[in-house]
């Protein structure tokens, strides 16, 4: 996960008692403690699935999952009223390369601003989204189909 999140180096965590986790998260920034126990909380649930004699998911499954996931919690915790529905906002995230502050979702923040609207009697709207990463040659796409009354009828990632 280093490679995606600031993360403390291991050498800097010492195992001095019963209280060594609170120690360590004492020493790093706020945002950190997010991705410290969110790295812990997912080691445990691979550990659990090899314990009950599952594959243990892939390394790359795990950081995507862990990765998107904090970005969801960042995302309502920074913009809280920002719709859900549309998916877009621009949260900010410490990334390994301090250059980068803010990670855009969009590319204008102004599209936050707009509110989604249900489609017009007898018909169905669709919304997709797509990005990509020149960094890391990844992409990913979703859309939403909803119904006249604004209720979701399909949705995939």
């Not at 862990?66 to 621009?90: H, T």
């Not at 979703?142 to 399909?154: E, T």
């Amino acid at each position: 996960m280093e490679e995606a999140w600031p993360l403390p180096a291991i050498e800097s965590i010492k195992n001095n008692g019963s209280e060594w986790i609170l120690q360590a998260l004492d020493q790093v920034p706020e945002q950190m403690h997010m991705m410290m126990m969110m790295t812990r909380w997912r080691v445990w649930h691979v550990r659990n699935e090899v314990v009950h004699h599952k594959p243990a998911p892939p390394i790359e499954a795990s950081r995507r999952f862990l990765c998107s996931y904090l970005d969801s919690l960042l995302c309502i915790k920074q913009n809280p009223m920002a719709d859900p529905i549309k998916g877009k906002s621009v949260i900010a995230y410490t990334t390994k390369s301090k250059e980068k502050n803010l990670r855009d979702a969009t590319s204008s923040s102004q599209a936050a601003l707009k509110t989604w609207t249900k489609p017009p009697l007898g018909w169905s709207k669709l919304n997709v989204d797509g990005a990509w990463t020149d960094e890391e040659s990844v992409g990913g796409t979703g859309m939403i189909l909803h119904d006249d009354v604004g209720m979701i009828s399909v949705s995939a990632c």
